[in-house]
């Protein structure tokens, strides 16, 4: 079993490498992503689209990986996955983050709410004073970003909306498709 | 898979368990006490499990793959308790001698 | 009583308290559900739930490291080697724990660099300690390998439960390794991630166990040693057949290929068969050594874990871990019910029996029995069920208007959470969490108190005779 589990560890890793089958390069956050039912496969999978400049800029490869590296460093830091999931994985107080870049709620609430033009700009605005645009009971607490770091978490999140989840969470696509 | 499908198939496969671990149990309480009443209530456990076996592969939304599956643990789930006796038994006969 | 054994003694003591620093972090994190605005910005959820897991291993991981120094010596008939810097660490372990302790609690997190990771907050579930103190731990646990390999060493014996634990230790110490890394991309982060809390979980820990068990057995019922070794050999091959690719149904969804629904799928499936084995063998235990064992709530204790480990990790499991189920249920207080009874089962009531066992031998009371016992055992296990009762409740909520209807939206999830069954299913949980701490209070007042009385009264009435 071992040795099988060595031979899926190979191919596993390197199918979710950045830039892997499952996986797109740090770069795909220059693009437009989408998420849709496929047919052939029977689950959701995101669509990578047309270019989608982020915070109004287009990022090198070199860039974006060095600004993913800060990203998760703002993440771990924070202990983020001590209040959300991503992949489902971590606690269930906060929601999931895995598809959060594609959520209509930014859109929808926060974008008016902070008088933001752009999701990302409504992101950051929202990562930085979460407890000044308060939508629920259960409000997230201030931990102190800098814009930098809201930033790099935003871009984390565009990327990680990205990663073939093998259709997880379910249905998040035909609910952006209904608005 | 709709919500209602999702509820029933989850709450049969829990309950599939359940009564593979009451047939365990029944049956063993009826072999160490010798009573066949006893056993007779595991199999009777064991028959229910097999039911929902069956409701499963006809009723549910699961793959194919997993309704074989069902298919063939119920029929394992049947023999583990009589064989982990048996070779409880024969180790502890062994050592006694 | 060797040094050994009584370093065995001061980690039982460390494990109960952090069990009770665990079952406070648990009710205040069970209190933010109820009421969200508690001590926000000041001392928010996500600290008391880090204080709640990682105290939740270190209790366990404790209660083994103590249960192994007790079981030992007297395997092996001799003191366990090195002794001294197993005694030094004690101390330093518990001085880290504390240290990260108190840090957890006032510094709570830093900024985004490397000091935050070596010393604040590493921010990764179940290894949130910095990196300074997973040094520690890994420095605890090989100098704990060195003292069981060196003390079969020297005593020139090693018997089949002495081996597997000796080939358990070294991925135990290996795999925590990955508590240190900091991996950009998630997909692989998890993925690392997984092989310590998987592996430690339902493989190391799985095989620790059952060492511990053997030994156990062997004590409480006086079973052959022939007899215990062969289930232990049963069960490492189990573990090494069905475990290891058991890791696989937590590949579902972290960006790792499509096959892993099947392999996770079929082996996390087949997990319920040897849980059934060991139910069977706990009744036959049961029936043929009830009454001959002496040590009633260390007996107790054990058909508890067999009974928590089938219906935890057994039928819980089983009802959440194939894919098309999974897809729902996942990340959800599904799987929160389902661990609280898995590692209830599994782990936390065969370190309870373990206590049990060692007291009656420091306590070497001929009636060793109580009321208190009756009352841990019964608002523990009560307290329990009734948690992952209501867990299991708010879990079914969130996957049926969450996730299947809802599609995982942060308005999906705000109104599962909203929903009636959630909330009561949250009371529920709470309400519960409160009887399961009334019964730590009487297992602890009845550790320690079990067995004084009886050793007391026992020369008074040998007097007249």
Redesign the interface.
């Known amino acids: 079993m071992l040795v099988v589990l060595a031979f899926l560890t190979i191919d596993s890793l390197d199918a979710s490498r950045a830039g892997g089958r499952q996986v797109p390069d740090y770069d795909v956050i220059n693009q437009h992503i989408g998420y849709t039912y496929d047919w052939s496969r029977r689950l959701e999978v995101p669509v990578i689209g047309p270019a989608e400049p982020l915070f109004g800029r287009t990022y090198s490869l070199q860039e974006a990986s060095g600004l993913m590296s800060f990203g998760k460093l703002v993440i771990q830091s924070r202990a983020c996955m001590d209040c959300h999931t991503f992949f489902g994985n971590g606690a269930y107080y906060g929601p999931d983050l895995t598809k959060a870049w594609l959520d209509p709620a930014w859109s929808q609430i926060w974008m008016p709410m902070t008088g933001s033009s752009t999701r990302e700009a409504a992101m950051v605005a929202f990562l930085m004073h979460p407890d000044q645009y308060p939508t629920w009971t259960r409000r997230m607490p201030n931990l102190h970003l800098t814009r930098a770091e809201a930033q790099a978490v935003v871009a984390y999140l565009k990327w990680m909306s990205a990663i073939d989840t093998n259709g997880f969470p379910a249905h998040f696509g035909r609910i952006q498709a209904q608005n | 898979?709709?919500?209602a499908a999702?509820?029933a198939?989850?709450?049969a496969?829990?309950l599939?368990?359940?009564l593979?671990?009451a047939y365990?149990?029944l049956?063993?309480?009826g072999a160490?006490?010798s009573s066949p009443s006893l056993t007779g209530a595991g199999y009777a456990c064991y028959a229910g499990q097999l039911l929902l076996v069956l409701v499963v592969c006809l009723g549910s939304?699961?793959?194919s793959?997993?309704k074989l599956?069902m298919a063939v643990?119920g029929v394992?789930?049947g023999f583990?308790?009589p064989a982990?006796?048996r070779l409880?038994d024969s180790?502890?006969h062994n050592?006694l001698q | 009583m060797y040094r050994s054994q009584k370093l065995a003694l001061r980690y039982f003591i460390a494990a109960i308290t952090l069990f009770g620093v665990m079952i406070a972090a648990g009710l205040l994190s069970a209190l933010y559900y109820i009421d969200p605005a508690l001590l926000y910005n000041v001392f928010d959820f996500q600290m008391a739930k880090i204080l709640h897991i990682d105290t939740l291993i270190i209790w366990l991981l404790m209660g083994f490291i103590g249960a192994v120094y007790w079981f030992l010596p007297k395997e092996l008939g001799r003191e366990v080697v090195g002794i001294w810097v197993a005694e030094l660490l004690f101390y330093v372990f518990c001085s880290a724990v504390a240290v990260v302790a108190v840090v957890f609690v006032v510094v709570q997190y830093g900024g985004s660099n490397e000091f935050s990771m070596w010393f604040i907050n590493q921010g990764r579930k179940y290894v949130e300690a910095p990196r300074w103190a997973a040094v520690g731990v890994v420095a605890v646990v090989l100098t704990f390998v060195f003292n069981v390999t060196a003390t079969a060493w020297q005593a020139r014996r090693i018997t089949g439960v002495l081996g597997v634990l000796i080939l358990d230790l070294v991925p135990l110490a290996v795999l925590y390794l990955d508590a240190f890394p900091k991996i950009t991309n998630m997909s692989h982060d998890l993925y690392w991630w997984w092989w310590l809390v998987h592996m430690w979980v339902e493989a190391t820990w799985e095989v620790l166990i059952g060492c511990l068990m053997a030994w156990s057995l062997m004590e409480l019922m006086g079973t052959s040693r022939r007899i215990v070794e062969t289930w232990l050999y049963i069960e490492v091959m189990l573990v090494l057949g069905t475990g290891i690719l058991g890791l696989g149904h937590h590949y579902f969804w972290i960006g790792t290929p499509q096959y892993w629904l099947s392999i996770g799928g079929f082996f996390s499936a087949l997990e319920p068969l040897p849980l059934l084995g060991m139910v069977v063998h706990a009744v036959y235990d049961a029936g043929t050594h009830h009454m001959k064992t002496t040590n009633r709530p260390a007996f107790y204790w054990v058909l508890a874990e067999a009974f928590g480990n089938f219906i935890g990790a057994g039928v819980f499991g089983f009802m959440m871990t194939l894919p098309q189920i999974n897809l729902y249920s996942h990340g959800t207080q599904w799987t929160v019910s389902h661990g609280h009874f898995a590692f209830w089962g599994a782990y936390a009531c065969g370190v309870i029996a373990i206590m049990y066992l060692v007291l009656q031998r420091t306590r070497s009371a001929e009636h060793f029995d109580s009321r208190a016992w009756k009352w841990g055992f019964g608002l523990l296990n009560l307290g329990l069920v009734g948690m992952v009762g209501g867990l299991l409740i708010a879990g079914i909520t969130q996957a049926i208007y969450e996730r299947a209807e809802g599609g995982s939206t942060l308005q999906a999830f705000v109104a599962a959470s909203e929903h009636p069954w959630f909330r009561s299913a949250m009371y529920a949980r709470f309400i519960f969490g409160i009887v399961f701490a009334l019964g730590y209070f009487a297992l602890v007042y009845d550790l320690l108190a079990i067995g004084r009385r009886a050793a007391v009264a026992a020369p008074t009435q040998a007097a007249p005779a």
């Open positions: 898979m709709t919500s999702l509820f198939t989850s709450a496969l829990g599939l368990v359940l593979g671990g365990g149990v049956y063993a309480l160490a006490r939304p699961l793959a793959l997993w599956f643990s394992v789930y583990i308790p982990t006796w409880l180790i502890h050592q």
